[in-house]
């Protein structure tokens, strides 16, 4: 609670969270709000910024500004989603492998390795092709997939440190189980570790996401920044100078990671003891 | 053959190595002892003499490489039942406690190795005992977080545990390094008070000479993770036999003999 | 303070610290005045020795004594007085270059340990004498460090080594051997053997009195919270007691005859833990 007190404290923590809270709620209202609907061509293609579309219109001839809206939201859900499947994935992977030591971290570590060595946007632009029909959930899920073994190793070496503690062997001699250590005596300890891995991997999470929309390999079923920049591709507006088909959707993801990263780094000032000047 | 009935804790061969290959390295060897009932005893090394690994290997923390260790002439095959009667206190009191949990959730947590059910009223009764023989307000305490405490009143709490679970075993390593030396002497006195109440075995694992001797009834001297020599405190320390013993007493600063001079 | 042998040519005073006060502003902004009002004075040749549990302010005091007042930890009141200049009045470049590991020099404890392993112990020392000789040639250096390290009885050799080759006490007489390569003045010691067993614990005092008998350097402040041990090492004893110091005498009569409340209970407590004392077994049972 003092830590998070003093987070409070920090001015570029509370200036990213206010940006990032912000857009989650933008996000969330505008489109329970509006009664546009960003798929309906509404108007004549590459319409410049007008009183009626406040962001002009694209290629097709629909509204940008509630594009970028709905766009906003889904991205938010993919990121956030595939932040909390990597971070699950990776959080039970590391703390079993750093706590049971021995063989079983050998192997949890070469699977942790191998995930890592692989590119993960080679592989989801694999999967993805390789399914029709793509739902947020499920590209939300496979970036999380391919994500995770940032977060396994982060949590292993936190957890290796701490399992010799002598509190967790108080739990032992108190004759609780594994499952119990790990839940009551490990993670509390490593919970602001994880949940500031938890933010950079939404990060990844909404920049993966925009990048494999961006090839065309993103959701079917609504519209992310992602692909409002691969439909300005499509039609061409980079070319055209139609600079509001692409620039707000550009600008937002570049805020979203911004906002995220400073919102790590001033948790990190906070969290890491080695970073922290120990009064 | 007689001595092996009566003995508590019986070790032959004990061997704890770590790694293997050309990490191997062997942190308790070949180690043979017997501990009866209501003894007092010191295990007493420098850091890295196996000292620590022999508790945790007591206390089945840890899992013995060769050779065997019988609790009350057996083998120990349920440790849920070994650690009713051999319990634990640790160096470091603010290391001991979660820091997330209360005071009384944690002394709760003892339950756990009870197989009898209690209610939460017996439960409550206990703990408040428990605190008030360790010389602690129950209601003062029970609500309040391990980092509230000092380090002093947080290994008071860890002896609580101990009235709680009514061990026959104690294990003490380095129970009072960490604690002020003014606190230190109360600390002990406390121990040795309990082990009188609960009739039981206390083995003090320690590089202090000094607490050795103003505690117990038999010193183990550690080296190199072997036992180099066992025997009465006044013996191992007026008459040391082995050359580790010998170079030890020499080398430690004691205010009543010349250190530095010869 | 008057020696029977140095009462007819009284030893130069190479240190005196006049009712230093220093706090320190902790993460919530609360300060806490971590060193309050404390006043010594240190001789040619003299140990003064400083007792105290952790948390005293003994640490504090040691970065008060060097003037080093890094943020968190501020200047309060008072002076430090080495050559008849008040280093508290220094700025951070002078007292680096004037002062710090020239006049007053600190060995920690296990120093070694948090230095990058990747360097010589020769790069170390390299850099404490470029910080105040800043012209000379590295051959030059070199042949300086190993003349000086066969001097105070060092293996030439280690200085080609890396950190990580040396064993524990190997490395706090490395740390020794190049905390004193500019004849401080003043050498702290905070805990310097604290992580050594006692066998080499004893060597490592034994060195850093012999250098100070041999004038390598002129005093040693020696911190530690082993009352046996410093009771043997130092000439003066000052207990230290929420940043204050309650008892400030000669050895004999702090350990023997404390005057003050709390020294009085530290005392009986390590009487009382020791091998001459009495048994509690005996003692209780009989």
Known sequence: MKQFKLLCKSPWFVFGAAMFLFCIFVGVLYPMFSHTDPLLRGALPFEGPSREHWLGTNGEGQDMFSALLFGLRSSLFVGIAAGIFATIIGTVIGIVGGYKGGWVDNVLTLITNLFMVIPSILVLILIANSIEKRSMLLVAFIIGATTWPWTARAVSAQTSSLKNREHVSLAKLNGYGIVSILFMQILPYIMSYVFMVFIIQMATGILEEAAISMMGLGPYDSV??????????????????????????????????????????????????RLRKES | MNNQKEAIILARDLTCVFGSGKKKFTAVDHVDFEIYNEEIISIVGESGSGKTTLARLLLHLQAITSGTLLFNGKPVTDKQEHWRKVQAVFQDPYASFNQFF????????????????????????????????????????????????SGGQMQRLLIARIFLIRPKVLIADEPTSMIDACLRASILDLLLSLKKELKMCIIFITHDIGLAHYV??????????????????????????????????????????AWLKE | MTDAKNASEKPKVLLTVDNLGVHYKTRFGQTVQAVDGVSFSLAQGK????????????????????????????????SVVVDGEDITKYDSERLRVEILGKKISMIPQGALNSLNPTRKVKHFATDVMRNHEKNLSKAEIYDRLEDRFEAIGLDPRVLNMFPIELSGGMKQRVVIGISTLMNPHVVIADEPTSALDVSTQKSVIRMLLDLMERKIFGSMIFITHELPLLYHVADDIAVMYKGKFVEVGESDQVIFRPRHEYSKQLMEAITKLSTTGERHSEGARL
């Open chain 2, 216 to 257: 117990s009834d038999r010193v183990f001297v550690m080296c190199k993770g072997a036992i180099v020599e066992t025997g009465h405190p006044d013996e191992i320390i007026g008459n040391p036999q082995h050359e580790y013993t010998k170079k030890l007493l020499e080398d430690i600063p004691v205010l009543h003999k």
């Open chain 1, 224 to 273: 992310t920044l992602g692909q409002i920049i691969n439909q300005a591709q499509k039609t061409e507006a980079f070319s055209n100078g139609n600079w509001w088909a692409f620039m707000p959707a550009t600008v937002l993801i570049t805020a979203l990671q911004f906002s995220l990263y400073v919102v790590n780094t001033s948790m990190e000032g906070i969290f890491n003891p």
């Open chain 2, 102 to 149: 209360s005071v009384e959730s944690q002394l709760l947590a003892c339950f756990n190795l009870f197989s009898e059910k209690f209610t939460d009223q017996e439960k409550q009764v206990r703990i408040d005992n428990a605190l008030r023989s360790v010389g602690m307000e129950p209601a003062e305490v029970k609500e309040k977080f391990p980092f509230e405490l």
């Open chain 3, 47 to 78: 140990v003064f020795g400083i007792a105290g549990e952790s948390g005293c302010g003994k640490s504090t005091l040691v970065n008060g004594v060097m003037s080093l007042f890094i943020p968190p930890l501020f200047y309060s009141y008072g």
